[in-house]
């Protein structure tokens, strides 16, 4: 009996450092042979969630690039900015901070189930350690599953030997809805003067202050940028994010967007612009960019006045 036992046990250890060592290579071989070079020479990226998914078609901006991707909390977009940035000459980045960024349902976007499934097989391979460990301490259930779907993705990728950057990393969505209407006439919105959120992501801007001191430490330029924002997009969290902005990230130059004139049919939705908008912003950013912007001392002021010239003209 005694040997039976003896012989499980060295089984089931044996077997389990299989498994281990089989995980680690599929990983260890994706980041020896992965790709982060872009296919052509930028100036600018945008990184961020699904409003600049929506909002910047790099196709009318000149040497500008569009990695945003739906969904994405700080501490994925901070592992794609590291590898992204480390194989690729830039002047500068644009990032998305705006009231979603801070709602205290981010934290589901870094450890929940549905996000880390998605975005963790991605980045997994480039990982250190303390990442693995930090989220399997925030989701230990969850953390084992998504270990599992981030080896089957990956041994996908060896076996199609598809090492290089592609949709999973992000890009401009065409979006085609246009449901403000709808909405409005539903009044599925709820109006900004209502009592103020009380909780904030702690966790998300944590990755925040992590991707801002990543780009400081290259020596890369990082802009904050608020994506425009339908009337009706829920703000009650405004005053907290100006704050966190103006204390924690004070240094860094907020390109705020969120007032940029559109009409309702430019609108998927309260927050995201659908393609006819993200062509009349796309544009006017490039006009923007090219009229020095980046190089004016006051760039808060500036875009104030430049978006009211665009109000007027759309008058």
């Not at 078609?57 to 940035?85: M, P, Q, R």
């Not at 919105?189 to 925040?208: G, P």
């Not at 005053?239 to 940029?260: A, E, P, V």
């Not at 939705?269 to 912007?293: M, R, T």
Request: hydrophobic share 35%.
């Amino acid at each position: 009996m005694n040997d039976f036992i003896k012989k499980t046990g060295l089984f089931l250890i044996t077997s389990t450092i299989v498994v281990i060592g089989f995980v680690i290579a599929i990983h260890l071989l994706i980041r020896y042979c992965s790709e982060f070079q872009l296919k052509e020479d930028y100036k600018y990226i945008v990184f961020g969630n699904s409003h600049p998914e929506c909002a910047f078609n790099d196709n009318l901006i000149a040497e500008f690039k569009n990695l945003s991707k739906s969904g994405e909390g700080y501490f994925y977009t901070y592992h794609k900015i590291k590898e992204v940035l480390s194989n690729n000459k830039v002047n500068a980045i644009f990032l998305e901070y705006s009231n979603g960024s801070i709602q205290p349902n981010m934290d589901k976007w870094i450890w929940g189930f549905e996000k880390m499934n998605a975005y963790f097989p991605v980045h997994s391979p480039f990982m250190d350690k303390d990442d693995m460990l930090y989220l399997y301490q925030k989701n230990r259930n969850d953390f084992i599953k998504v270990l599992s779907t981030s080896t089957r993705n990956n041994l996908s990728k060896l076996v199609a030997f598809d090492y290089s950057i592609n949709r999973r990393y992000g890009g401009y969505n065409y979006l085609i809805r246009e449901r403000v209407k709808e909405l409005i006439e539903n009044e599925q919105f709820i109006t900004n003067n209502e009592k103020e959120d009380i909780d904030i992501s702690y966790e998300n801007i944590m990755w925040l202050e992590k991707i801002v001191n990543y780009c400081n430490s290259k020596n890369i330029k990082i802009y904050f940028v608020r994506s425009p924002q339908h009337k009706y997009m829920n703000r009650n969290n405004e005053r907290k994010l100006l704050k966190i902005q103006n204390t924690k990230f004070k240094n860094i130059d907020f390109l705020d967007f969120d007032d940029f004139p559109l009409n309702d049919d430019e609108y998927g939705d309260f927050g995201h612009l659908n393609y006819k908008g993200a062509e009349v912003f796309s544009i006017w950013f490039n006009d923007l960019i090219n009229s020095g912007i980046l190089q004016n001392a006051d760039k808060d002021l500036f875009v104030k006045k430049e978006i009211e010239k665009a109000r007027t003209h759309n008058t």
